[in-house]
C-alpha cells in the first residue's frame, strides 16, 4: 500500500483505506435523516430494486446490515432480521424482536444478508465477511469510484462515515479475497436517481477462489 494525501491505496486492488478518521456518531439525528428519505420517489424505486433483487436469490430469511430508519425491513414481504449500531436503530429493532447481531449470534437460517449503503461504513469489513457461512447470497450497494484520485471530490467522500473507496474492479477483486464470488451487478440505483450508487449481488463459496 502506499499513503497519498492521509489515504492509504491499494494499488493491486484498486481501493483506498480512510481508516485514520474518527468514526463519526450514530444517533437519533442519523436515524431521523433516513426516516425523511421514506416514501419519496427515489425511495419508492430503490425499495422496489432492493426488494425484487433479494427475492431474486431467496425467499428465506434476510438479515439487513446497517437499517437505517428501517424501511428496508418494512418492505420487504420475507421475514427480515436486522443489525444497527446506532442506539435508536437498535431499539427499533428490540422492540419488534429482529435484532440480530451476526459477529455474536448464529446466522445459520439467513439465506440473504443485504449492505444496503453500510459496508463502506466498516473499517475492518472482512470481520463481517468473515462470518458469512458458504452458499449465503450479499446484496449490496455502495458508492463506486471511477478516479481514486478524485475521491475528495464526490458527494460520497465522507471522512469518519465511509472508510474506504473502490472501483467496480477493485471491489470485486476485494470481495473475491473474502471468498465471496461476484453473481450480478446492476445500476438500478443510479437510473433511480442516485449518483455513481451500483448494487451488487455475491456468494459465499466454501473453496477459496483464488487471484
Known amino acids: 500500500m502506499i499513503k497519498f494525501n492521509n489515504f492509504l491505496i491499494d494499488y493491486n486492488l484498486d481501493i483506498v483505506w480512510?481508516?485514520?478518521?474518527?468514526?463519526?456518531?450514530?444517533?437519533?439525528?442519523?436515524?431521523?435523516?433516513?426516516?425523511?428519505?421514506?416514501?419519496?420517489?427515489?425511495?419508492?424505486?430503490?425499495?422496489?430494486?432492493?426488494?425484487?433483487l433479494v427475492k431474486k436469490y431467496s425467499n428465506n430469511n434476510v438479515l439487513d446490515f446497517g437499517i437505517g430508519s428501517g424501511e428496508f425491513i418494512k418492505n420487504l414481504d420475507n421475514f427480515c432480521y436486522g443489525f444497527d449500531i446506532n442506539p435508536f436503530g437498535i431499539k427499533w429493532l428490540t422492540e419488534k424482536n429482529l435484532f440480530l447481531d451476526p459477529y455474536q449470534e448464529d446466522i445459520s437460517h439467513i439465506s440473504v444478508i443485504t449492505f444496503w449503503d453500510s459496508l463502506e461504513h466498516l473499517?475492518?469489513?472482512?470481520?463481517?465477511?468473515?462470518?458469512?457461512?458458504?452458499?449465503?447470497?450479499?446484496?449490496?450497494?455502495?458508492?463506486?469510484?471511477?478516479?481514486?484520485?478524485?475521491?475528495?471530490?464526490?458527494?460520497?467522500?465522507?471522512?469518519?462515515?465511509?472508510?474506504?473507496?473502490?472501483?467496480?474492479?477493485?471491489?470485486?477483486?476485494?470481495?473475491?479475497?473474502?471468498?465471496?464470488?461476484?453473481?450480478?451487478?446492476?445500476?438500478?440505483?443510479?437510473?433511480?436517481?442516485?449518483?455513481?450508487?451500483y448494487s451488487f449481488v455475491f456468494k459465499k463459496q466454501s473453496y477459496h477462489l483464488g487471484n
Not at 462470518?131 to 464526490?154: A, G, Y
Open 123 to 197: 473499517k475492518e469489513p472482512h470481520l463481517i465477511l468473515d462470518k458469512i457461512l458458504p452458499n449465503q447470497f450479499v446484496c449490496i450497494s455502495i458508492p463506486i469510484f471511477k478516479d481514486l484520485f478524485k475521491i475528495k471530490e464526490s458527494k460520497h467522500y465522507r471522512p469518519g462515515e465511509h472508510f474506504f473507496y473502490a472501483t467496480i474492479a477493485g471491489f470485486i477483486r476485494y470481495m473475491k479475497e473474502n471468498n465471496l464470488e461476484i453473481l450480478e451487478i446492476s445500476d438500478k440505483e443510479i437510473q433511480a436517481g442516485r449518483e455513481n450508487i
Open 18 to 52: 480512510d481508516i485514520d478518521q474518527p468514526e463519526i456518531s450514530y444517533e437519533e439525528n442519523y436515524f431521523e435523516k433516513y426516516k425523511k428519505y421514506e416514501n419519496t420517489e427515489i425511495s419508492k424505486k430503490l425499495m422496489e430494486h432492493r426488494t425484487n
